[in-house]
């Protein structure tokens, strides 16, 4: 079983950034796949930003240029850079990874308003 705690969410004004971490129970390593979901009110659960099981980073095109995540295995930690924030980007963020099987946190607010 593996915990994910997430932390770092909040509410911004547009064009704000905030920083989500995301700290697992056990071991993660390059070959694990990692990363940020997010779901808005009224829609579906979509992927953000993932470190593939190959260790690519990959984005949702709607952050690109805007978020960046990054990991520290020796902390057991992801990290999501949210830059430029949008009123669109205000979801439920979601940590994920996939040891032997997936895992969720149980999600951190960020909301995006002026």
């Known amino acids: 079983q593996v915990q994910l705690v997430e932390s770092g969410g909040g509410l911004v004004q547009p064009g704000g950034s905030l920083r989500l971490s995301c700290a697992a129970s056990?071991?993660?390593?390059?070959?694990?796949?990692i990363g940020w979901y997010r779901q808005a009110p009224g829609k579906q659960r979509e992927l953000v930003a993932l470190f593939t099981t190959g260790g690519s980073a990959i984005y949702v095109a709607s952050v690109k240029g805007r978020f960046t995540i990054s990991r520290d295995n020796a902390k057991n930690t992801v990290y999501l850079q949210m830059n430029s924030l949008k009123p669109e980007d205000t979801a439920v963020y979601y940590c994920y990874v996939r040891i032997g099987e997936d895992y969720w946190g149980q999600g951190t607010q960020v909301t995006v308003s002026s």
């Open positions: 056990k071991s993660i390593f390059s070959r694990n796949a």
